[in-house]
């Protein structure tokens, strides 16, 4: 995995040159990025065991509507495990006033212990619209085998996000419904205010929770801090 995730750093980056070289008779643009936060949550829970995170990646603009790029990030789920990297492609073409992204997925991991593979693939179906200022939208997840190899997973997600007139300020939050064989679903939500520093550097402070803190202290609600960087 280590060798695979190096040489697709190594493919990206070489992608990023010649695109530059050859920008007239290539349409393909590459962005990197680097963060660091608080907490690494997805879908309201902690996958750092509620420590910090430090990310990275890269993504490629192909056309006018295709995509690609790859994201790395440290997790800790006290099994040995310490990075995930996502593999992820897809296509984002406009229907009147609906902004859609249609794509796939892949999520690996670094180290895992022996027994159920921790790596699955999800397909995604995203809409947006725009609401004066604001963006509203909806998004559904799908896998044939989850995380662990729990099985079929379903996740439903509805979005919002708004720019604050005048200032560097914005609003977004979400609320999504994660549905996993067994007595695995869970509701979470967030909601955050962002700051733009300037045009490539970000700010955001984002209050997570669900409704499964049962599960144990990762599910619990918690604010993150985190910063992202674009070049």
């Known amino acids: 995995m280590k060798s695979l995730k190096l040489s697709l750093l190594a493919a990206i980056g070489a992608l990023s040159f010649g695109a530059a070289a050859h920008a007239e008779d290539k349409p393909v643009s590459v962005t990197f990025n680097v963060g660091a936060a608080t907490d690494y949550v997805f879908r309201g829970v902690s996958q750092t065991d509620e420590n910090a995170q430090i990310y990275g990646g890269a993504d490629a603009t192909l056309g006018k509507i295709g995509y690609a790029g790859v994201w790395l990030s440290n997790v800790d789920f006290n099994n040995g495990?310490?990075?995930?990297?996502?593999?992820y492609a897809g296509i984002k073409p406009t229907v009147g006033p609906v902004a859609l992204d249609l794509g796939v997925i892949r999520y690996g991991y670094t180290n895992q212990p022996s027994g159920p593979h921790e790596d699955y693939v999800e397909w995604k179906v995203a809409g947006s619209v725009p609401a004066g200022p604001a963006?509203?939208?909806?998004?559904?997840?799908?896998?044939?085998?989850f995380f662990g190899e729990t099985g079929p997973a379903t996740y439903y997600e509805l979005n919002g996000s708004s720019p604050i007139p005048n200032t560097k300020f914005s609003v977004s939050?979400?609320?999504?419904?994660?549905?996993?064989?067994?007595?695995?679903?869970?509701?979470?939500?967030?909601?955050?205010?962002?700051?733009?520093?300037?045009?490539?550097?970000?700010?955001?402070?984002?209050?997570?929770d669900t409704d499964e803190h049962s599960f144990g202290s990762i599910y619990d609600s918690r604010a993150v801090l985190g910063i992202k960087a674009t070049f």
């Open 135 to 145: 963006t509203i939208g909806a998004a559904v997840y799908y896998s044939d085998d």
């Open 81 to 87: 495990t310490s990075m995930e990297y996502d593999l």
């Open 173 to 208: 939050g979400a609320v999504g419904r994660q549905i996993v064989k067994g007595p695995l679903d869970y509701t979470t939500w967030n909601l955050g205010v962002g700051y733009a520093i300037n045009d490539h550097i970000g700010l955001d402070l984002r209050y997570w």
